[in-house]
Structures are given as C-alpha cells and as structure tokens.
C-alpha cells in the first residue's frame, strides 16, 4: 500500500469540520448471516485494532466553503471490505444527502465485498448502486478520491460510478485485487496511473493538493449559470473582413496561427477543471471537456475541439459531459473546430457511428440550454454533433461544410485543383451560414449576450 492513512486521517486531509454519522448496529450477532466460523471475532480484534466500529466513517462536512456528504473507508477494518453494515451506512449517508441537497465525496480504500458474510455482502453492491443512482436523479453530484487500495465492488460501484473520479499518486485501483488477478498480470495496470491513462478516472491529484482541487470541483459543480451561454467573442480577428470566396474560409480556418480551443476557455472561464476520458478505455487530447467559472462565479460546461479530427473517445468524452451538465443543471458550451470524425480503421473499430450518435442524442435532448460557437473547420458530421441546434455562432476565421472541399472533389471526380471552386459551391463562408439559417450570427471581437 502506497497510501497508508486512515480512514480519519483521510477526512483530515479535506476538511476540518467532520461531523460523523451516529450509528449503533450494536454487537455482531454470533458469527453472521452465513455463520462463518470466527467472524464475530475477527470483527472484534478489527475494531479493536482500528478503533472503528465498521469499515466506513460516514459524516458531514465543509470544502472549499460547500457543506457535503462524506464517506471514508478503513482499510484496517477487514481490509476495507463492504458488509451488510457498511450498505446500511452509505445507504443512511446517501440519503441524507437527499434531504440536505448536499453532494457527495467518496474517499474508498477498500478490497471489496467482505467473505464472511457470502452473498448478503456482495447484495450490499446493488443497495449502494441503487442509493448512488438516487442521488443523481436528485441532482446531486458525486465526487470519489480513490485510495490505495480501491478494488473489487467498492471500485466498481461507489467509485467508477462518481461523477468525477480522482485518485491518489501510485494508488491500486482495478476490479481485481491483487490476490485474485492472474499471476502473470501486470501490476502496472492495476493503478490510479493506468487508469487515467485509458479513461476511467479523471486526475490523478498529489494529497497536498487534494483539498484545493476537490473545493474547486464543489465550487464548480453546484453553482450553475442560469439561461443560455452568451458565445465568446472572437479571438485574434480584430479588423479582419469577410473571406470573399470559400477558398479563402478554409485557408482562415486551417491557418497555423489561428486561436484555438484553449485560448477561447483561458479567455472566457477565470478557472476551469477537466474531466478526462469516455470510461470505456479510451481518451482523446483533442476532445476538451469539463467545467469553467466565468467572471460572475457562475459555472459553465465546456466540450471544445482543438482542430484535430475527433476520435470516438472523444465523442462518447463530450456525451459524458453533457449527460453530467444537464443532470447538475450546468447550461453548456461547445466549441466546434475540427476537419471531421476520425475515419482510419481504429476509429471504426472503436466505435466512431455510434459514439457520434450517442452524442447527437444528447445534445438533441438536453434539458438545460446549449451555445455553440464554431472557432475553426466544421467538418460535416463530425463537427455538427456538437453544434447546438438553432443555437450556434460563428467567428469571422471559420467554415462550416457539408463535406471538406477536396473530399467533395473526389467524390464528384473533379481534379484537386478544382476544389477551390467547389469551396465556392458549398457555401461554406460564416456569411453564407448566416443566409443560409445555419448560424445565428458572426461574432466579433466584442463579447455577445
């Protein structure tokens, strides 16, 4: 184990006001519900040992100045594990919440399900799963810090299914605890590192920084801005005049020394915090996402392309944003810059079509407002899922295109050198857009309400 605390050195670690959660379960009746030999015993020396009468410490508290639920595991509790107690304990936890409208931080360092007590403990998965989807229903948001070790159904339930999930340098974080993986298994793959790496966790935060950067999560996730997303002004344009054919768009679009999605966030938001990954294995460094302040301590969501063609991981990162933002109640903002969907054959095997789709019915069916502003390339389909319908904007150095030209070219078995005139034909142009009822206007370097 890399992370030695206690269950109360770990609360210690984000707060200084935790108040615990009375419970009086009273003694173990004999040897539990399967009767297993010595667990009445073994139940006792661990609270004995750890001074804790179960294997999580639930309570409230404050961090960042936002009053929350929190839960921290034991590990020296029967290594963490999760019985009928600790459900009922996280169960109670949960619904305070609910009463309270207060999120909820997750602080786990468990091994999973606790043995002694058979099927009755794994259940308590089902009951945790169940009291976690409650509270999203409600709104509320989720934030879990895995500890070393976070495996088994602790991993799998109270902290995979946060709505943002960071962990600990070097912690071991996997469904397989180390006793039962493959005796051949990496033990690299098995750590908060790796699973950053592949999408399953958003930061991997040193514990110096770790009460900074959840307050900044809190702040973020429960101050919500209130109607539509005013689009950012445009950047680096100043007195530019209208491309006067399509050639010249795609030249302003594509130009090296354009302003890019990073520059329009650090503009926009005073400070901003990023989910990382689509949880299915895979991330994408063009596909930014995540939450800004803006200037009134209001919060905004953001998904920006970066002017690369998006890969599915990026698609499905972008759907996981919004989905969170519309269930917070965070209007969203979307920054369109990209030639198109990746289209090489790991992109269709990872699932490019309905990572697309997915996203389209999100942004398609969200309940709280969308703004869209195009920054760059919109290339067709791959561009349009994240452009909010009848809500998207557009800077002077920008094209938006059924198809890019050259592609069009192609297909119409033109010579590369007629797809200038076919950029032309396309009415690609922010101008034409706006003639056409694709946009509703042209900003400037003036901020817009």
Same mark, same amino acid.
């Given at each position: 184990?890399?992370?030695?605390?206690?269950?109360?050195?770990?609360?210690?670690?984000?707060?200084?006001?935790?108040?615990?959660?009375?419970?009086?379960?009273?003694?173990?009746?004999?040897?539990?519900?399967?009767?297993?030999?010595?667990?009445?015993?073994?139940?006792?020396?661990?609270?004995?040992?750890?001074?804790?009468?179960?294997?999580?410490?639930?309570?409230?508290?404050?961090?960042?100045?936002?009053?929350?639920?929190?839960?921290?595991?034991?590990?020296?509790?029967?290594?963490?594990?999760?019985?009928?107690?600790?459900?009922?304990?996280?169960?109670?936890?949960?619904?305070?919440?609910?009463?309270?409208?207060?999120?909820?931080?997750?602080?786990?360092?468990?091994?999973?399900?606790?043995?002694?007590?058979?099927?009755?403990?794994?259940?308590?998965?089902?009951?945790?799963?169940?009291?976690?989807?409650?509270?999203?229903?409600?709104?509320?948001?989720?934030?879990?810090?895995?500890?070393?070790?976070?495996?088994?159904?602790?991993?799998?339930?109270?902290?995979?299914?946060?709505?943002?999930?960071?962990?600990?340098?070097?912690?071991?974080?996997?469904?397989?605890?180390?006793?039962?993986?493959?005796?051949?298994?990496?033990?690299?793959?098995?750590?908060?590192?790796?699973?950053?790496?592949?999408?399953?966790?958003?930061?991997?935060?040193?514990?110096?920084?770790?009460?900074?950067?959840?307050?900044?999560?809190?702040?973020?996730?429960?101050?919500?801005?209130?109607?539509?997303?005013?689009? #950012?002004? @445009?950047?680096?344009? &100043? =007195?530019?005049?209208?491309?006067?054919?399509?050639? !010249? %768009? /795609? +030249?302003? *679009? $594509?130009?090296?020394?354009?302003?890019?999605?990073?520059?329009?966030?650090?503009?926009?938001?005073?400070?901003?915090?990023?989910?990382?990954?689509?949880?299915?294995?895979?991330?994408?460094?063009?596909?930014?996402?995540?939450?800004?302040?803006?200037?009134?301590?209001?919060?905004?969501?953001?998904?920006?392309?970066?002017?690369?063609?998006?890969?599915?991981?990026?698609?499905?990162?972008?759907?996981?944003?919004?989905?969170?933002?519309?269930?917070?109640?965070?209007?969203?903002?979307?920054?369109?810059?990209?030639?198109?969907?990746?289209?090489? #054959?790991? @992109?269709?095997?990872? &699932? =490019?079509?309905?990572?697309?789709?997915?996203?389209? !019915? %999100? /942004? +398609?069916? *969200? $309940?709280?407002?969308?703004?869209?502003?195009?920054?760059?390339?919109?290339?067709?389909?791959?561009?349009?899922?994240?452009?909010?319908?009848?809500?998207?904007?557009?800077?002077?150095?920008?094209?938006?295109?059924?198809?890019?030209?050259?592609?069009?070219?192609?297909?119409?078995?033109?010579?590369?050198?007629?797809?200038?005139?076919?950029?032309?034909?396309?009415?690609?142009?922010?101008?034409?857009?706006?003639?056409?009822?694709?946009?509703?206007?042209?900003?400037?370097?003036?901020?817009?309400?």
């Amino acid at each position: 184990m890399t992370d030695p605390m206690t269950a109360r050195e770990a609360l210690a670690l984000v707060t200084d006001d935790f108040t615990e959660l009375p419970f009086s379960e009273g003694p173990m009746d004999g040897d539990g519900p399967i009767g297993w030999p010595g667990y009445s015993a073994a139940h006792g020396r661990a609270a004995a040992r750890s001074g804790e009468t179960e294997s999580v410490i639930c309570g409230t508290g404050t961090i960042g100045g936002v009053h929350v639920v929190l839960l921290s595991f034991e590990f020296r509790f029967l290594g963490g594990s999760i019985g009928e107690r600790t459900g009922a304990r996280a169960s109670a936890a949960h619904r305070l919440a609910r009463a309270r409208r207060l999120p909820v931080v997750v602080l786990p360092a468990t091994g999973g399900s606790r043995m002694h007590e058979g099927m009755r403990a794994l259940l308590q998965l089902q009951v945790m799963a169940r009291e976690s989807a409650l509270t999203r229903a409600a709104g509320l948001a989720q934030i879990a810090v895995l500890r070393d070790p976070t495996t088994g159904g602790g991993w799998a339930t109270l902290g995979a299914g946060s709505d943002v999930v960071l962990a600990l340098p070097g912690a071991q974080v996997g469904f397989a605890g180390s006793r039962v993986r493959p005796q051949d298994a990496d033990p690299g793959a098995y750590t908060a590192e790796a699973q950053l790496a592949h999408g399953h966790i958003d930061a991997v935060v040193p514990p110096g920084e770790l009460r900074a950067a959840l307050g900044r999560w809190l702040t973020l996730l429960t101050h919500p801005a209130e109607g539509p997303v005013a689009p #950012p002004h @445009a950047l680096g344009t &100043g =007195a530019v005049s209208p491309a006067e054919t399509g050639h !010249e %768009a /795609v +030249a302003r *679009a $594509r130009h090296p020394d354009r302003p890019r999605a990073p520059a329009y966030l650090d503009a926009h938001f005073t400070r901003r915090a990023e989910i990382s990954g689509d949880r299915c294995g895979g991330t994408d460094p063009g596909m930014l996402c995540g939450f800004g302040q803006l200037p009134d301590g209001r919060t905004v969501a953001y998904a920006a392309q970066c002017g690369t063609a998006t890969r599915p991981a990026g698609f499905r990162t972008a759907t996981r944003l919004v989905h969170l933002a519309d269930r917070l109640g965070i209007p969203v903002l979307t920054l369109v810059d990209t030639p198109g969907a990746a289209n090489d #054959p790991e @992109a269709e095997r990872d &699932g =490019a079509g309905p990572a697309i789709a997915a996203l389209f !019915e %999100a /942004v +398609a069916t *969200a $309940r709280v407002p969308l703004t869209s502003l195009l920054v760059g390339e919109g290339g067709s389909g791959g561009a349009l899922a994240l452009a909010a319908p009848d809500h998207t904007w557009a800077t002077p150095d920008s094209y938006f295109s059924v198809i890019a030209p050259e592609l069009a070219a192609a297909i119409l078995k033109r010579t590369p050198e007629e797809a200038a005139t076919t950029a032309d034909r396309l009415r690609l142009r922010p101008q034409d857009l706006l003639a056409l009822g694709v946009i509703r206007g042209i900003v400037d370097g003036t901020a817009h309400g």
